[in-house]
Structure formats: structure tokens, C-alpha cells
């Protein structure tokens, strides 16, 4: 049917220009009635206008440097021109897609290059998201062991569709959605836990995140390499999920490779290999297990995706693996990395509330604890009363305020500020924020002025919710 010649041609720009000061109205009313909410309460109501690297603009034209990456999806930063000109050609190629019955050449050709990256593993399965990846290696671990019970870390998150909630050590997310699968957690590094839970002989796999994003932990050296043999041992698998520490953000490929001798069996990836255009997900894995699950035509379909493999996300994935290499951003995540990291750590002994810095190239927790002087354990106390995670959450929002910094505080009732900036920052980028988080605890640490009125402010609203 021909198109309404009075109407008017659809045209995106002009849409937002007259509704886009309706952003936080429209999504209270019609998607997420508290997150609209939660933004007003915190002062993260911004309207950003647009975006460039790792970088943010308002109507004013005011730079806000961005410390999160959407959750560590723009490790390349926003619209970068080799991605975008990717999925610009794909289209403009007009190539069938998603036919079902043909082969993509991209899908191919990406799980080439992606593979490429993880020497021992053969093959990859696309879907569209981290937890999809997750959900894919829970199946496979299964069928190809013959066994149901998968181990986890206490405090892992894994995703929230309810596979991978059946595997996410916060209870906060599980909470009401019993129930889920009959998997186990044990503690983060504790091998002994494991080595109880595999005698009882019916574990498939564990899943094990390189370094947890909730608090940004990792296990002892040397953990992760005892625990595959173990698992090995007793003809369980190893899981690693990557969908945050994967495609560099540690300063290697995969956060395992930190560590010698460790090959996973299974490994989930997505975010970053969007190039933060196109979702996408990828579970990659040994031979043999793809084998028994594809084992024959009967089951050539007995796990898909309907959107997986697509064009789109393929000549992302292909363009987001080019740009990596020519511009040497794991190398740049390691090296810039490491800089902040130290030049944070070196703080610890200069301010009583930090407590601790550590990660790995691009992924940084900054950890606050108990003060010693009376006057600062005070207020200390009275948030930590209220809830855990309130002094992180008062450093959040002066970071952003002030000095137009965007962070997150790591994980609910953490004291914890997780860094997963971009990975293309540069040291300019690192001195302002090592300037500007100077700045917010020497304001915290006089114990008095604005930053702790916001404190009280943040007491009453979380009594109020109780």
C-alpha cells in the first residue's frame, strides 16, 4: 500500500527536537516508573545531547567525561567512525539476511578473527547479549556432561534472564523469581568449597567471572588454573564469563589470559564487541562440546537465536575487532590502566575513608571504609545505619555535579566505585579524574559542608523507603 502523501515523511531529528525534553515524563509513564525517580533523587537527570569518544555534551555544549561505558559496552567509546561506516556499508550493501536456510559469510568470518584471540577454542555461537551467552553455555555445559548442577561465585553477576539469574550471587536480583535452577554458589578463590561440591559427582560446570564487576574482586593467583584442573579431574567443565572483562578491558584479550596454563571450556562475550551499535553476544567453546550438542541434522536447530548472526552486529563485531588492533586500544587499556590505578593507590594513605584501589587495566574498584578520626566515623556511622553503599553513592554524585564525571557505585550495599571507562581514554582524561576525585575527598574528609548535607539527605530517603 502506497504511503499517505499528506503525512508527513518520518524524520527522527525533528521528533526528538519536540519531544525529547520529555524524556524523564515519557519513561515514568510508560517504562520504568522508579527510574526516573532514582535519577531525580541522586541529581542524574541530565539531558545529554549528544556524544563523542568518551564523552558526553549537553544543550549548553558542557563535556561530561564518561567513567562507565554503558556498563562496559563502549570500550571503543561513542560512534566511533570505523564501527559506524561498518553497519553503514552492510546496509547500504543490501544483503539478505537472516534467510535460515544459507550460511553468513560474516558470521563466519567474525567467529575466524574472534577465535583468532583464544588459542584451544574452536568454535562460537552468536546471540544478542551477554546473558543470551550465558544462558547458551549453562545449555551446553549440560548437555555435554550429562549433568544439571552448575557451581558459582557468591556475589557473581551472570545476567538476569532466569538461567543466568539461577547463577547471580546477589540476592537482591533473585529475590522473588523462585523458582530458579537448583545451582550452587560457593565462595569466590575458596577451592576447598569446590573440591566438596565436585565429589558429590554431579556438577557440570562452574561459571566464574575473571574478575566479579560487583565490587570489582578477583580470585587469589593461581586459583582459577587450580580450580580448572580440579574441574577437569572430576569431568566438570570451566566457564569463564567475559561479557565485561572481555575484548581488552583488562589490558589482555580475555581477563584469563592473566593467568598461565588456564583455558577455558566455555567462554561468554558481548558488550564491547558491539562497538556499542549493534547488541551482540557470543558464547565460544572447545570442539567437542559443540559437537555433542550439534550431533547431528536432527539437531541442527536445537539451539538458535532468532536475531544471532545477523549482518549488522557481524560487520560490528568484524569492525570493532579491526579497530582494536590498529589502534593498539589493549595496549592502551593496560598502559593508561595502570596509571590511574596507581595514581589512585597512591592516595590510600593520604585519605582515612579510601580504603583500598585495585583491578586490572580499565577495570578499577575504589573501596571506602571506616575512618579513624572521631569526627569522620560519626557520619560514617549514621550512613552505614541508614544503608551500605551511601558514602560511595556521595561520592558518585559531586564526581558528576561538580565536575561532570559520570561513575557508579559497584554493586548494591557496596562501598565500592567501579571505573570501566572507555578504553581509548587517554592521561588527559586520567588527570581530570584523579583531580576531580582529589577534590571530593578532601571535601569529605572536613567532615562538615555540602557533601555531607547530602549525606543526611540520602539517610532520610533511605529511612523513608524502609
Not at 545451582?183 to 565429589?199: N, Q, R, S, V
Not at 565490587?215 to 588454573?225: C, E, M, Q, S, T
Not at 576531580?436 to 571535601?443: E, G, K, L, Q, W
Request: charged letters at 25%.
Amino acid at each position: 500500500m502506497p504511503a499517505d502523501p499528506d503525512r508527513p515523511a518520518f524524520d527522527l531529528a525533528q521528533l526528538l527536537a519536540e519531544r525529547g525534553g520529555e524524556r524523564y515524563e515519557l519513561n515514568s509513564r510508560y517504562v520504568n516508573p522508579q527510574l526516573s525517580r532514582m535519577l531525580h533523587t541522586i541529581g542524574f537527570d541530565k539531558y545529554y545531547e549528544r556524544a563523542e569518544g568518551p564523552y558526553f555534551y549537553d544543550a549548553e555544549g558542557h563535556e561530561y567525561l564518561d567513567m562507565l561505558a554503558g556498563f562496559g559496552i563502549f570500550a571503543l567509546g561513542r560512534h566511533h567512525p570505523v564501527v559506524r561506516s561498518a553497519v553503514q556499508q552492510v546496509m547500504d550493501l543490501d544483503l539478505p539476511d537472516l534467510v535460515r536456510f544459507d550460511c553468513s559469510p560474516l558470521a563466519g568470518l567474525l567467529a575466524e578473527r574472534l577465535l583468532s584471540y583464544a588459542p584451544g577454542l574452536d568454535r562460537v555461537f552468536f546471540g544478542n547479549s551477554g546473558t543470551e551467552a550465558v544462558e547458551t553455555a549453562l545449555k551446553f555445559a549440560r548437555y555435554a556432561t550429562g549433568r544439571k548442577r552448575i557451581l558459582y561465585a557468591d556475589h557473581a553477576f551472570h545476567g538476569l534472564t532466569t538461567g543466568s539469574l539461577s547463577v547471580n550471587g546477589e540476592s537482591g536480583f533473585r529475590k522473588g523469581f523462585d523458582p530458579l535452577l537448583p545451582d550452587t554458589a560457593i565462595p569466590l578463590g575458596d577451592i576447598g568449597a569446590l573440591a566438596k561440591e565436585l565429589k558429590r559427582g554431579d556438577v557440570a560446570a562452574l561459571i566464574v567471572e575473571p574478575i566479579q564487576g560487583k565490587g570489582v574482586l578477583a580470585p587469589p593467583p593461581g586459583w582459577l588454573r587450580a580450580a580448572q584442573a580440579l574441574l577437569h579431574e572430576h569431568k566438570a567443565l570451566l566457564i569463564c564469563d567475559e561479557v565485561q572483562t572481555g575484548i581488552g578491558r583488562t589490558g589482555e584479550f580475555f581477563a584469563y589470559q592473566h593467568e598461565d596454563g588456564v583455558l577455558p571450556d566455555l567462554v561468554c562475550a558481548a558488550k564491547a564487541l558491539s562497538g556499542g551499535y549493534v547488541p551482540i553476544g557470543a558464547t565460544l567453546g572447545k570442539g567437542w562440546i559443540f559437537e555433542k550438542v550439534y550431533s547431528s541434522m536432527d539437531r541442527v536447530l536445537v539451539h538458535s537465536s532468532s536475531f544471532g548472526s545477523n549482518n549488522q552486529a557481524m560487520a560490528a563485531g568484524l569492525a570493532t575487532l579491526r579497530v582494536l588492533e590498529d589502534e593498539r586500544v589493549v595496549d592502551n587499556a593496560r598502559k593508561v590502566g595502570d596509571q590511574l590505578r596507581e595514581r589512585l593507590a597512591a592516595l590510600v594513605d593520604r585519605y582515612e575513608l579510601l580504603a583500598e584501589v585495585r583491578g586490572r587495566g580499565l577495570m578499577i574498584g575504589i573501596e571506602f571504609g571506616r575512618p579513624k578520626s572521631l569526627k569522620l566515623r560519626t557520619g560514617w556511622t549514621a550512613l552505614q545505619a541508614a544503608r551500605k553503599g551511601l558514602f560511595a553513592q556521595m561520592v558518585v554524585v559531586p564526581l558528576l555535579q561538580r565536575h561532570r564525571i559520570l561513575t557508579q557505585v559497584s554493586g548494591d550495599h557496596l562501598e565500592v566505585i567501579k571505573l570501566i571507562p572507555p578504553l581509548i581514554i587517554t592521561e588527559r582524561d586520567v588527570d581530570r579524574f584523579v583531580d576531580a576525585f582529589t577534590d571530593i575527598m578532601d571535601d569529605a574528609h572536613r567532615g562538615s559542608g555540602l557533601m555531607w548535607d547530602f549525606g543526611r539527605t540520602l539517610v532520610k530517603q533511605s529511612l523513608g523507603n524502609r
